[in-house]
């Protein structure tokens, strides 16, 4: 049975496919799904962000099969663990919580580096290509904590 994995930012364009796009590549596919999605709708079926695909391409990782999607409250049953980028994204995650069970699934994804810290993930979209290297760099770090804690299942 897999491990269901969900990657969430507000538009599903930036942060969250470059989160799972590090983390599909740390994981056995055969044993994990990693998806992501965005709170917001302005994006669904879209690509990532140009700069997005630029990054992660310059880092060996193609995310170009990636297609925008909005979180939905069904999304709680589909996924086992629910990782948002910053505390925007907790908040209106949680908000479609329908149980503590539901809330218990969502995290910071920074909170792998900085426990308790509520840092959050900064979003690049109005930034210049260094900010999505920054970004880049940071989700590294955090999905491959999660690689490690994930294949130790």
Sequence with gaps: MKTHILMVCLGNICRS???????KSKLDPTKFQVD???T?????????????IAVAQKNGIDITDQRGMQFKTAHFDA????????????????NLARS????????LIL????????????DPYN?????????FEMLDEATSKI???MTKI
């Design 127 to 135: 930034d210049s290509l260094r900010g999505f290297d920054s970004v």
């Design 40 to 52: 917001g709708s302005w994006h669904i079926g879209s690509l990532p962000d140009s700069r997005s």
């Design 17 to 23: 496919p470059l989160a799972e796009g590090l983390l």
């Design 100 to 107: 503590e069970a539901d809330k218990a699934k969502v995290k």
């Design 147 to 149: 690689a490690e804690r």
């Design 111 to 122: 909170d792998e580096l900085f426990p308790g810290e509520k840092v959050d993930v900064p």
């Design 79 to 94: 996924y086992d663990h629910i990782f948002v980028m910053d505390i925007y994204n907790l908040e209106d995650v949680q």
């Design 36 to 38: 992501s999605a965005g």
